[in-house]
């Protein structure tokens, strides 16, 4: 028996449930509650909003907008919809597309975060969709710091059927990074994906390291790394926005990728971060298979988020 593979929206607002259970029960208690939206109201969905992680400044200003807006009766849809478009009107213009193979060759793609925000995962994801679609890709261990990160994305490359590049434990990332650049370049590779460390025992000890990287690759080519996405774990809330914020002040984050947002009922987080970055948001990883990673769209998001269909795409 074949079971039917659910398409991307649906994956998506499986992924996104925990978040959009929570909201839209509450929201759709105030509204039965409340005929009309009264001051009552309004401070009830600022509240759930709150505890949906979206942080009191968009809480407000979402429950400002709903606010201003009439509904003939405790009509749930009208609501969510309202919701939807409110939530999709605070991502406007933090979305973009990664798209690797439209680019330069090779296309140097380096993966930075703290440990287990899911950076081998995301680069194991991505290395699996990009072979599937007949790119040459090489994938490098840059987290040389544990035996355990390099087996881990071993395996990941074998499975995306990936070219791997490792060194023993302790080595020199900035070197490796280096070698990798040179061998794709010599060897032909539409795409490098380019593994971190990620302790912050000692923050400044590990930003230098990444400058490094990204230096001695320049060496090699001026242009690269062509994309460096930071990735966030979106369970850990708001500890989340300080990692932006202590990553992105390096000027050379390109991309955020959100990743675990199936693993929480508090989604509302990545948008404040999404708003907070300079960056904008490319990916977000619902789920743990190879499919759970997907191109971050703002409407499909924000209508997921409320228990919404999509709008014709
Ligand atoms: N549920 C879920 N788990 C994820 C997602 N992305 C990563 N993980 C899990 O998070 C854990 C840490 O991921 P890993 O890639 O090793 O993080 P790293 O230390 O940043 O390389 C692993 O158990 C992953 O399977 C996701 O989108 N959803
Ligand atoms: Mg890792």
């Given at each position: 028996?074949?079971?039917?593979k659910?398409?991307?929206?649906?994956?998506?607002?499986?992924?996104?449930?925990?978040?959009?259970?929570?909201?839209?029960?509450?929201?759709?208690s105030?509204?039965?509650?409340?005929?009309?939206?009264d001051?009552?109201?309004?401070?009830?969905?600022?509240?759930?909003?709150?505890?949906?992680?979206?942080?009191?400044?968009?809480?407000?200003?979402?429950?400002?907008?709903?606010?201003?807006?009439?509904?003939?009766?405790?009509?749930?849809h009208?609501v969510?919809?309202?919701?939807?478009?409110?939530?999709?009107?605070?991502?406007?213009?933090?979305?973009?597309?990664?798209?690797?193979?439209?680019?330069?060759k090779?296309?140097?793609?380096?993966?930075?975060?703290?440990?287990?925000?899911g950076?081998?995962?995301?680069?194991?994801?991505?290395?699996?969709s990009?072979?599937?679609?007949?790119a040459?890709?090489?994938?490098?261990?840059?987290d040389?710091?544990?035996?355990?990160?390099?087996?881990q994305?071993?395996?990941?490359?074998?499975?995306?059927?990936?070219?791997?590049?490792?060194?023993?434990?302790?080595?020199?990332?900035?070197?490796?990074?280096?070698?990798?650049?040179?061998?794709?370049?010599?060897?032909?590779?539409?795409?490098?994906?380019?593994?971190?460390?990620?302790?912050?025992?000692?923050?400044?000890?590990?930003?230098?390291?990444?400058?490094?990287?990204?230096?001695?690759?320049k060496?090699?080519?001026?242009?690269?790394?062509?994309?460096?996405?930071?990735?966030?774990?979106?369970?850990?809330?708001?500890?989340?926005?300080?990692?932006?914020?202590?990553?992105?002040?390096?000027?050379?984050?390109?991309?955020?990728?959100?990743?675990?947002?199936?693993?929480?009922?508090?989604?509302?987080?990545?948008?404040?971060?999404?708003?907070?970055?300079?960056?904008?948001?490319?990916?977000?990883?619902?789920?743990?298979?190879?499919?759970?990673?997907?191109?971050?769209r703002a409407?499909?998001?924000?209508?997921s988020?409320?228990?919404?269909?999509?709008?014709?795409?």
């Amino acid at each position: 028996m074949t079971e039917k593979k659910p398409g991307w929206f649906s994956r998506l607002t499986q992924g996104l449930s925990k978040t959009s259970q929570q909201l839209t029960e509450q929201v759709t208690s105030v509204f039965v509650a409340n005929k009309t939206l009264d001051a009552a109201a309004v401070e009830a969905l600022e509240d759930m909003l709150i505890e949906s992680d979206f942080g009191p400044h968009i809480a407000a200003s979402i429950a400002g907008k709903m606010a201003a807006k009439k509904f003939a009766s405790t009509d749930d849809h009208a609501v969510k919809e309202a919701l939807a478009e409110a939530i999709a009107e605070e991502l406007k213009g933090r979305e973009d597309s990664f798209d690797p193979l439209s680019g330069p060759k090779p296309y140097i793609v380096l993966f930075v975060g703290v440990n287990g925000s899911g950076k081998t995962t995301t680069l194991g994801k991505i290395a699996a969709s990009l072979t599937a679609k007949g790119a040459k890709v090489l994938i490098v261990a840059g987290d040389t710091f544990r035996a355990a990160a390099v087996e881990q994305l071993k395996v990941w490359a074998e499975r995306a059927k990936a070219d791997f590049m490792g060194r023993k434990t302790g080595a020199d990332a900035a070197g490796l990074a280096y070698d990798a650049t040179l061998r794709a370049k010599e060897e032909g590779y539409d795409v490098v994906l380019i593994d971190t460390a990620g302790r912050l025992q000692n923050k400044q000890q590990l930003m230098d390291e990444l400058l490094k990287i990204v230096r001695v690759i320049k060496k090699v080519d001026a242009d690269a790394p062509h994309e460096t996405l930071l990735v966030l774990d979106a369970t850990v809330g708001r500890n989340a926005l300080s990692q932006e914020q202590i990553f992105g002040r390096q000027a050379f984050v390109s991309g955020l990728v959100m990743t675990k947002l199936d693993g929480t009922a508090r989604g509302g987080i990545l948008v404040p971060i999404a708003k907070a970055s300079d960056a904008p948001i490319k990916l977000i990883g619902v789920g743990e298979d190879i499919d759970d990673l997907q191109p971050f769209r703002a409407n499909a998001f924000a209508r997921s988020m409320v228990g919404l269909e999509p709008l014709g795409e």
